[in-house]
């Protein structure tokens, strides 16, 4: 019994810990919620953000960006198919089915979608090896191509949707530069024989390391046509 002015005595609380499991941490920490999972699908079409805003402005702006883009895109896809050891046409197939379908997934409108050259003369290496060990596909060595772009659009598809692009971050800038540097010197260098046209004699290999192809160059420059006159005036 208690008397008044005496603080009443209670009784001593206890917090007791529930046992931890793996699985309710799973649950806690690795699953996502389905909110979670909502907002990571819809994050993956940007375009659900912007699509009711689009207007008469934005779609004149676009059209005379694609009609400018397209006319220098038409030539240029087709040079890089004859890098990449393929017909003209897919060049063409590359560089436009990839602006159709990305402007879904588009989260920069800066991006170049499309065949490059380090990229088509990278293709057209790997066809100029692999080609000898596969001679069924001598007729189609578009397959090949077409193989090896699906499995690296797999491999780079999930590096976007497990948020991997921060990999890039661990490649040095200067193996970057070093490596543009020296794909923009092969690239030169393996068409310049085709601009003065000696790239037609018997035994000059213009897929042979560069400093093969510049050495050759001068061994066969006797062979070269006058009509590159024409093409190095109009460089």
């Known amino acids: 019994m208690t008397h008044h002015g005496e603080d009443e005595v209670h009784e001593p609380a206890y917090y007791v810990e529930p046992l931890a499991s793996s699985r309710e941490w799973v649950k806690d920490n690795v699953v996502p919620s389905k909110q979670q999972v909502f907002d990571y699908a819809k994050s993956l079409f940007p375009i659900l953000g912007w699509i009711y805003r689009y207007n008469w402005t934005w779609f004149l702006g676009d059209l005379v960006a694609g009609v400018t883009v397209g006319v220098v895109v038409i030539p240029q896809g087709m040079a890089y198919a004859k890098l990449a050891q393929l017909s003209p046409e897919f060049g063409l197939y590359s560089s436009f089915v990839g602006c159709a379908m990305y402007f879904i997934f588009a989260t920069s409108k800066d991006i170049t979608i499309g065949p490059v050259a380090v990229m088509s003369t990278l293709m057209g290496n790997i066809l100029t090896d692999v080609m000898p060990h596969l001679p069924q596909y001598a007729d189609t060595p578009y397959l090949v191509a077409g193989c090896m772009s699906v499995v690296l659009g797999c491999i780079v598809t999930a590096i976007g949707l497990l948020r991997l692009g ?65 093409g190095l005036t109009a460089l």
């Not at 971050?169 to 601009?195: E, H, K, R, W, Y």
């Not at 003065?196 to 066969?220: D, E």
């Open 166 to 230: 921060f990999i890039v971050d661990f490649i040095p800038l200067p193996a970057i530069a070093a490596f543009m540097t020296g794909s923009a010197l092969n690239i030169a260098m393996g068409q310049i024989p085709t601009l003065m046209g000696n790239n037609s004699v018997k035994g000059y290999n213009t897929r042979a390391p560069t400093y093969l192809v510049f050495g050759n160059f001068f061994k066969y420059i006797k062979h070269c046509n006058i009509n590159a006159a024409v």
